[in-house]
């Protein structure tokens, strides 16, 4: 039943990714990959639209994928599949932090939850990198590693906007600009290459 | 009880507005909802909103969400919550679903397609840049080091589900902080 699964599946990884935004990225690729739900390019696409809409990353995530598969039973099942979905990855932050402000001054000054997230602030950069490669080889080789790489032109128009783009996002260009500039070289390339 | 509804509508309301209007996530949220409950609203304390802010990043779930729900605790306990969440999510559930319509009907154009793979380009620089962000608020030492080393070769090469190596970082995080670093210090 993929409206369960969807569900159960956004509820474990909002109880168990610490930090939010692009920390759950790992998790949500794992897990969408593992289900067969849709390849990494149309996550990778759907950041892009996250970015450059308004509201947290994980909803809008959680929101889309549910959409996607739920939409084979109809637009009301898509709707109730992002319904699912959203539900899934709320509900866990909704239960820890009405039991957590009950407790607030001993949460506060816990030593076992400052020392969890010793481990887990590292351990989500860590994450981040992995799924950061695996970005990289799905934009610069999505084929497969060869040497004939070298000789396509979309490896090098995806070179250039990726280094163009690190660069205008380190001068705090805002995302959604870098977003359209690439989106504009990329339909530039496509048509006149 | 007409005062209570008339709270409970007005948290819906601002949070609403929070998740309407931020762009980029969670973290991006963190000044408006200290704009509007700790300066607009009164709601909450100057030093209050702080230690809510850390413990919405200390506890799993989108920061967003944990925000949302421990301010409207604040203001009007249960229910509040219930519509800080609710207010905080609607826009972005809307949006999104209407996105991916639209995105459906669109997907098999030539131009869109030309247009996203410009894109996943550009999106790659703007994960390494949040990721920089994140290394750059992390606390510094060996111990460090290892654990975002370990975790990275985990996931990366080993392919060991996310869900173990979070567990296992937390333990290890423990250890080190309830052991080892009193140590070392002493």
Redesign the interface.
Known sequence: MIFLKLFLTFF?I??????????????IK?EVLANGWMPL?EI??F??????????????MA??IG??QG?AYGVLG??FG??CA?LG??L???I???I??KF?EK??NS??????????????????????????A??FIPMGFSLEIFKSI?FY???V??IG??I???KKVH??I??C???????A???LL | MRKKLKLLLTVFWVFFRI?????????A?IPLISEETVNRRKWISESDIL?II?????????????SA??VG??VAG?WG?FFA?LG??T???V???I???I??EFKEL??V????????????????????K??K???KGV???V??????????FFNI???Y???G??????????GLKGKVEK
């Not at chain 1, 030593?111 to 490669?133: D, E, N, R, Y």
């Not at chain 2, 970082?169 to 309830?178: D, E």
Request: aromatic content about 14%; overall charge neutral; some cysteine.
């Open positions: 474990k909002g109880a168990f990714t610490f930090g939010g935004g692009y920390a759950m990225l790992p998790f794992e390019e990778v696409d950041i892009a639209i996250s970015e450059s809409t308004p509201g947290p990353f994980a909803i809008n929101t889309f959409n996607h939409s898509g709707i992002a319904f959203t990855v709320v866990p932050s909704f820890i932090i009405l957590v402000a607030y949460f506060k030593t076992v939850v400052a020392g969890c997230m010793a481990g887990l602030k590292p351990a989500v950069i860590g994450f981040i990198g992995s799924a950061v490669l695996s970005i990289a799905t934009v979309d128009a995806s070179a906007i990726f783009a690190l205008l996002t380190f995302p959604i870098i977003i500039l690439s989106a504009v070289i990329g339909i390339v496509g048509y | 998740g309407a209007f931020t762009f980029g996530g969670g973290y949220m230690d850390a413990i919405a990043e200390s506890t799993p779930g989108p920061v967003a969400i944990n729900t421990f605790y604040r249960f919550s969440t905080v999510v826009p972005s559930f949006i999104i679903l996105i991916s319509y995105l459906k030539k131009a397609q030309y247009a996203f793979s410009g894109i996943r380009a550009g999106v790659l620089a703007l994960i390494i840049k949040a990721l920089w994140m290394y608020q992390c606390p111990f460090y080091y654990i975002m080393a370990l975790s990275f070769v985990a996931v990366a589900p996310v869900i190596c979070i567990i970082c937390a333990v290890l995080g423990l250890v080190y902080s309830l």
